[in-house]
């Protein structure tokens, strides 16, 4: 069965380093998701992207992040400047599309857990 | 109010029982609905699609009433297996998923 794989699957940065997290969504899928899942927290969204770029964005995505599709396969997150509250579990999120108002399935990688000290 | 609430929980039930979940969410304008799981420190995985007029996948039995914008999910003769927090999750926009905190359950032997 196909699946979304993200690399690595653990980060330790220090604070004020930029990260650059990686995510190979389902290779028919054509919209990608970043989330991410503070500790003991519920699952947020970050962003949404599609035909090469961003479709909508939550209010935690700010300039502190970008999101890039490299090549054919790749979907990376990067984080400039982190700070100790970007600490969290990152996971990457793919579906095969979405019609009109109806979300389509999304599937989730296994995460990135990125610890900033 | 939050977009998707649920049961605080912690749930523990013994081995064999029927255990329900609720959930409710604020955005009337919400037209996909999902329940998944997520086992600890794992990625959520998809349980069930929930569709109005209510589905049932083996033991698993989703339900959602628009009208009064609530989820539930019933699960019946309950495994060691299905211990594991339960995520209501609500689409909150064109491609946006909003989920609630989630519900652990734990089934004991």
């Not at chain 1, 653990?10 to 990608?32: A, D, K, W």
Request: aromatic share 12%; net charge negative; glycine share 6%.
């Amino acid at each position: 069965e196909p699946e979304v794989t993200q690399t690595p699957s653990h980060q330790v940065t220090q604070m004020g380093q930029e990260v650059i997290l990686r995510c190979v969504p389902i290779s028919n899928h054509l919209y990608f998701y970043w989330y991410r899942q503070i500790l003991g927290q519920k699952v947020e969204f970050l962003v949404s992207f599609y035909n090469n770029e961003i479709s909508e964005k939550s209010e935690i995505f700010d300039d502190q992040f970008s999101v890039e599709r490299p090549d054919g396969s790749n979907f990376t997150l990067k984080i400039r400047s982190t700070k100790l509250e970007d600490s969290a579990m990152y996971f990457c999120a793919s579906s095969v599309a979405t019609s009109g108002g109806f979300q389509e399935t999304q599937y989730f990688g296994p995460g990135t857990r990125l610890l900033v000290l | 109010r939050k977009e998707v609430e649920q049961d605080p929980g912690p749930f523990n039930v013994p081995e064999g029982a029927t255990v329900a979940f609720n959930c409710t969410y604020s955005n009337s304008a919400s037209q996909s609905f999902f329940w998944y799981r997520q086992d600890c420190r794992k990625e959520p995985k998809l349980l069930m699609s929930v569709y109005s007029s209510g589905n049932e996948d083996g033991r698993f039995t989703a339900q959602l009433n628009r009208a009064s914008q609530y989820i539930s999910l019933l699960i019946r003769d309950s495994k060691l297996s299905d211990s594991a927090t339960y995520l209501c999750v609500v689409n909150g926009g064109a491609q946006k998923l909003v989920f609630g905190q989630g519900t652990r359950l734990t089934i004991n032997p």
